[in-house]
């Protein structure tokens, strides 16, 4: 998650007043100001008053700097009502699947839920699904220093904008005129001397609406963010080794200790648990030999002894660790690799550059036009772990993987002869295999080895063009319309080197071209024969054309009532490849790792819609809408919504709003090519008991493969919004809003639990599922072997339920002389989320649930901030307090109790349990609090200073071994506890 750096009490609900932008700047980098009605997002209507009966919150970009926000991604991640199923850009570094986006989840439906539009408009989607299923827009390809204001509607929105305004809407809208010239730098750095960041923006605007009749501004931005490493954090952040990390077993009270995950690392209890490792591998090769059987027949060695471990850690194993298990023994000299201190990564690094050439013309007394075009580009790279020999390639559209550790029929070994054929080596046509210690013997080598070299690297690289021309005014007597055009495109490339393809593995064993004795002797052609650089392309198209037209049809006590009418077309597509598909040549002719991960669609969505505004007297309004949508393939909604608002006295107001919505089946869902990720599970524990308790069913990764399915029908929702603004004195304001969000006909991957049962009960498959056994265990070769992939398709079924209160407190007080202090306190209470299916109830909040669809970061009861500014017109001095509340560690969807860590942690392994499997490790995450500051001077009219200290106090990430989006903190609610005390110093100059 993006350092939460945004005073977010400013997005509490507020009446007009504390909503108000600080001091305008200095002329020359001021907008200007009109007094004209403007349309609120939410409402087809345009109106003088931002006060009505729905949630809505405006941001300015004022405010954004005055707390030190650098992007509207950090803007956005900080919101307190943004919150399970939020999608970081660090997350990229975790193997995320929409790799280099950010993506916003009001309410914690996640980011399909939520509707980001500019200006109005939607936005072309992500072409990468976050999480291999759901659409989004991504918020790092908002043009941030062009940004006049965020306005989010924290309510159900479908009567007005379509599908997926199911939690909230999001608006960014951009300035229309800007003058002069504007320069922005600032450069950060952590307190530990790394995550450097740098960025710039320079404006130049011409012209004046109110003079001249038109303004035309141009932008372009600049921003560069180091990667972060996990070796530069303490512990635990920064090793495989949590041996240290100790309890008591709930079994016998004896103590237990985390595994040492260290390869070939030694546990607290003196245990060598690689035997139980039949993938163990380091980047110092390690051989051991097969005899004519197939069976091994000696220890595992060093394939070259005299040249040791080289970088890595030298052990000697003693008598006992050597033959943990007789029947997969090992040499005395082995080598330590530690992943995570090696080649963990916490943040990846980004660039990104846009520009932006924006017009306005007051084409008329009544009416303007505009145009705009923005390029923005976006990179992301982040490095991986050595890709591993011995490994299994994701099931592909066929279902057929192909397989070279040990236990499967294509088990990887270095032959006896190598030749130039590459097949049927013998001593005729080939010679001993140079890399084989045991040719000479007749015997072939098993090999466990990870590339030693360049790491595997991903770049992410998008660029994003979108156009947008429109024009809006009245005529007659009180007729207002507006006509829009947009259209978006965004291209990504993915380029990922340093991962194994398969057939060229079994070429360089086949012909002994690669040389495994001396890794580093490797020339860069044949490294790059080994492991191809894979170029996947992907694209995501919208065009939109939508016009509206309202009319104030005659007076009623309290004002006039309106009714707006409007239509929209716009088409939409993915083409999204899959990088790793089945190929016509075999199954070897893919790659190791690389998600085959895609989908193929396009569709055009017809729309209609309308509002009525009814203030039937002074104190009441009544507001109805509706929206029919249809598309192309096949489904159709009607989306109403009715809403009021009631003033009894000027200090009170009470507002309500109820709505139906719905969510669009994703292109991923109906479309999507298999998409493996992964949880840790436990197995069953009659299952552990026949393998002897061994870590082999233990908290370890299994994959989830899933497939699109044609003829879903779209999500439904439910909204209830009600709530209070009271303002008992000019410069003091509170609201509260209670929420309730219902969603049915849930858009869900098949309940693969009973694939599970059936397989450990030795029952036959359900029909719709494919169940992938893992290879054998090595201590317990001939007993039933672990799941590896379950694969199945998505349905209709479920329903969720959320609710919970919005609340803010707004004070705004002058203080003489023109200073002013500003004081907000915004938070959101999740009373309850639960999830059914099939008559079961699951409760998520307060714990890691839902945990499969927000990659573990769970629903914490509590999210808040406070923040005072003191504002004295030559300085700025702002303080934020940012809180998330602790949560339980267990999560209902993977088969969890809440309330029951214990019986949780034994039967799921979530949470994360020590080394006997039973005993969870931590029952509960902390809260975590952090404190921002950012001071502001202005040296002159024109040129002005600021400095920034994210989390001052250096608060740690809270310890979280269960969640899988960081490793043993979650960054969804505790990144800047990771990054830790952070600097930054800007300047703003305008002329």
């Known amino acids: ?193 790394d995550a450097a960041e740098r960025r710039a923006s ?160 007051q084409t008329g007394d009544n009416s303007k036009a505009y145009a705009l075009f923005t390029y923005y580009q976006n990179r992301v790279e982040s490095t991986g772990t050595p890709a591993n020999v011995l490994n299994i390639t994701p099931p592909a559209a066929s279902g057929v993987t192909y397989d070279t550790r040990p236990g499967s029929s294509t088990l990887l070994t270095l032959p006896v002869y190598v030749c130039a054929a590459r097949a049927n080596c013998s001593a005729a046509n080939g010679t001993l295999n140079p890399n084989n210690p045991f040719a000479a013997a007749g015997q072939t080598a098993e090999l466990h080895y990870m590339l030693a070299g360049p790491l595997p690297d991903t770049i992410t690289f998008s660029r994003t063009y979108r156009g947008a021309a429109g024009i809006t005014g009245s005529f007659g007597k009180d007729w207002d319309y507006t006509l829009d055009l947009t259209g978006m495109r965004t291209d990504l490339t993915q380029t990922t080197t340093g991962q194994i393809f398969v057939q060229h593995l079994l070429d360089v064993v086949a012909d002994g071209s690669y040389n495994f004795v001396d890794p580093a002797a490797n020339s860069a052609q044949i490294r790059d024969y080994l492991t191809p650089t894979n170029v996947n392309r992907s694209n995501s ?191 003091l304001s509170f609201t509260a809003d209670y929420f309730d969000i219902k969603k049915t006909n849930l858009i869900v991957g098949a309940d693969y639990s009973t694939a599970i049962n059936a397989y450990y009960a030795g029952q036959p498959i359900p029909a719709g599922f494919v169940v992938t056994p893992d290879v054998a265990d090595p201590q317990y070769p001939n007993a039933k072997p672990r799941i590896q992939f379950i694969q199945y398709g998505f349905v209709n079924a479920n329903s969720l339920k959320i609710n919970g209160v919005d609340f803010s407190a707004n004070a705004r007080i002058p203080l003489g002389h023109g200073a002013r202090l500003t004081s907000s306190l915004s938070g959101t209470y999740v009373i309850k989320y639960t999830q059914n299916v099939g008559g079961s109830i699951q409760r998520f909040d307060g714990t890691l649930g839902p945990y499969v669809i927000t990659s573990a970061s769970g629903t914490p009861k509590w999210k808040g901030n406070w923040q005072t500014t003191l504002d004295t017109q030559r300085f700025t001095f702002t303080t934020t307090v940012n809180y998330v509340s602790g949560y339980e560690g267990v999560a209902e969807d993977v088969g969890g109790t809440r309330g029951d860590c214990f019986g949780s942690a034994a039967n799921t392994g979530v949470p994360t349990t020590y080394r006997d499997g039973v005993t969870p490790v931590a029952c509960r995450t902390g809260s975590f609090i952090d404190v921002d500051m950012v001071g502001t001077i202005k040296v002159n009219d024109r040129f002005l200073l600021d400095a920034t200290v994210l989390n001052v106090f250096g608060a740690k990430a809270p310890y979280d071994p269960t969640t899988y989006g960081g490793y043993q903190y979650n960054p969804a609610w505790a990144n800047s506890g990771i990054v830790g005390r952070y600097f930054r110093m800007g300047a703003r100059v305008n002329f």
């Open 202 to 361: 320079l404006t130049y605007g011409y012209g004046d609406l109110v003079e001249r009749g038109f303004n035309v501004y141009v932008n372009a931005e600049y921003q560069k963010n180091d990667a972060l490493l996990n070796r530069d954090r303490g512990f635990p952040y920064n090793t495989s080794d949590l041996s240290s990390l100790c309890g008591t077993s709930v079994t016998d009270g004896s103590r237990t200790c985390r595994t040492n995950n260290v390869t070939n690392g030694i546990q607290a209890d003196g245990s060598f648990l690689t035997p139980g490792n039949p993938t163990f591998a380091t980047t110092v090769p390690v051989v051991r030999p097969i005899d004519a059987t197939g069976m091994p027949a000696g220890a595992f060695q060093l394939l070259n002894p005299a040249a040791g471990c080289g970088a890595l850690r030298p052990v000697t194993l003693t008598p006992d660790q050597q033959n943990t298990d007789p029947a997969n023994p090992f040499a005395a000299q082995q080598c330590q690799q530690d992943n995570v201190a090696q080649y963990g990564v916490i943040s990846p690094s980004q660039e990104r550059f846009g520009a932006t050439v924006h017009l306005t013309v």
């Open 541 to 731: 198209q919208l065009f939109q054309a939508q016009a509206s037209l309202s009319h104030a049809f005659f007076t009623l006590p309290g004002g006039d009532l309106q009714v707006g009418v409007g239509g929209s077309v716009r088409y939409e597509s993915i083409t999204a490849r899959s990088a790793n598909p089945d190929s016509p040549q075999g199954p070897t002719y893919r790659y190791f790792i690389i998600n085959p991960v895609g989908a193929i669609g396009h569709r055009t969505v017809a729309s209609a819609y309308f509002e009525a505004d009814a203030p039937v007297f002074k104190q009441l309004d009544l507001n109805v809408g509706g929206r029919y949508d249809h598309y192309s393939s096949g489904q159709s909604a009607f989306s109403p919504k009715f809403s009021a608002r009631f003033t009894p006295i000027p200090e009170i107001a009470l507002r309500g709003a109820y709505s139906r919505g719905f969510r669009i089946p994703s292109f991923a869902e109906s479309n999507g090519l298999p998409t493996t990720g992964f949880i840790t599970v436990n197995a069953p524990a009659d299952f552990q008991a026949q393998h002897g308790n061994n870590t082999y069913g233990q908290n370890y990764y299994l994959g989830l493969t899933t497939t699109g399915t044609q003829g879903l029908q779209p999500e439904k929702s439910r909204n209830f919004t009600g709530g209070v603004v009271l303002t008992p004195k000019p410069w």
């Open 1 to 193: 998650m993006a350092t939460t750096l945004l005073a977010a009490g400013l997005f509490g609900s507020v009446p007009a007043l504390a909503q108000a932008a600080p001091d305008a700047p200095p002329p020359a980098q001021a907008e200007t100001k009109s007094s004209e009605p403007i349309i609120v997002t939410g409402s087809l209507l345009r109106r003088k008053e931002t006060d009505g009966a729905l949630p809505i919150t405006s941001l300015s970009s004022s405010q954004l700097q005055d707390r030190g926000i650098n992007t509207i991604a950090d803007a956005l991640q900080s919101l307190a009502n943004n919150n399970a199923g939020a999608l970081p850009t660090s997350f990229s570094a975790n193997g995320a699947f929409a790799a280099g986006a950010s993506g916003a989840s009001l309410r914690g439906l996640t980011t399909s839920s939520t509707l980001v539009l500019f200006d109005g408009l939607r936005a072309a989607y992500y072409p990468l699904a976050d999480d291999g299923t759901r659409n989004f827009v991504d918020l790092n390809t908002i043009p941030d220093a062009i940004v006049d204001r965020i306005e989010v509607l924290k309510d159900g929105a479908s009567s007005t904008y379509g599908a997926d305004a199911v939690a909230g809407v999001i608006n960014i809208i951009i300035k229309k005129e800007i003058k002069g010239f504007h320069a922005d730098v600032s450069a950060g750095i952590s307190g530990k001397s």
